[in-house]
């Protein structure tokens, strides 16, 4: 395996059926060509199989691995029946309970750490709408910016301090949007200054709280961008969230098998129009049998194209740099009362 996929490799974060790795998993892992794994309900049985299964993942690797979930509370729950659970940010917003949102992060985050998960996919920064059937709705402690931000800022810190990273998330926001990013493109015909001065809060929030990583999702907006939807658009990832925002950190997608990114589109071609667009982690929710040709297929095309090869090795480097900085080696997972307060 030559150094262009293994920096290829490093920027994926993939998903897989069922208990067990898939074969291909271990070898990419083995290779240290896998950045991430993903986790999902299909994947849990127990808290016990689940610290088997991550202490598995880790050791197959001499890298630092993250390993990624969506535990939201409320209907976004990945891991349940012997997982702690917790109601909706929503359910904690209309009670002005920030404290109460504030302890369930803190409590999930240490049983997520405990079970060798370093990475949870919060917080949530998209503005609460009013409509419940809003693909959001239940999902966002608020419909204020300003009160989303202090939130958010108080999640990012309880995700720290249990040695779990933060993933601000759906960014440029998705409060204005019609349509679910899951089964179709979404579309906001929101103006730039619109985003710019409320969606654009909590975002800004977290890049102050310094968040690990900040969430590009599939969504359309022609006032800003005609052509392409947010994730593979350099005008919202390179002009809005690196320039106009300020965020150094790690630009990571949604899901790149939604059907609001793979519309017309293959899962490579997917993931090459996302690494145009300048985002260092790429999420395939599912390549249980198709990782290895779907990554030969982007090395493939880089090889061929020195602007994606450029944009490979700058995204390699970001993640390098930001493992060596923010996660143990694999293995090193010593019991929270050990832990130093970060």
Known sequence: MDDLQRCLGSMLVC????????DEFRTLLQANSLGGVILFARNYTSRAHLSELTTQIHALTEVPLLLAVDQEGGRVVRFAGDF???PSPRYYGLRHDADGLRTATTRTAEQLYKAGV???LIPVCDLAPD?????????SFSNNPEELADIVKRQIKCLREQGVLSCAKHFPGLASAY???????????????????????PFRAAIDAQVDMIMVTHLLAPQIDTKAIATFSSIFVQQELR???????LAITDDLLMAGALEGLSAEEAGIKAILAGSDLLIYGNLSDNIIPVTN??????????????????????????????????????????????
């Open 84 to 86: 702690p659970t917790y």
């Open 131 to 139: 409509d419940p059937a809003h693909v959001i709705h239940s999902r």
């Open 179 to 201: 349509g679910d990013p899951h089964s179709e493109v979404s579309r906001s015909d929101q103006s730039l200054a619109d985003f710019r001065k409320r969606d654009y809060v």
């Open 15 to 22: 998903g897989f059926d069922g208990g067990a790795l898939p």
């Open 118 to 120: 370093n990475l949870n």
């Open 243 to 249: 320039d106009y925002l300020g965020f150094a950190g």
């Open 297 to 342: 297929a982007i090395a493939l095309a880089a090889a061929a194209d020195s602007v994606l090869a450029q944009r490979i090795e700058e995204s390699s480097d970001r993640i390098r740099r930001f493992k060596q900085a923010r996660l143990k080696a694999q293995g090193e997972y010593p019991d929270p009362a050990q832990r130093p307060n970060k």
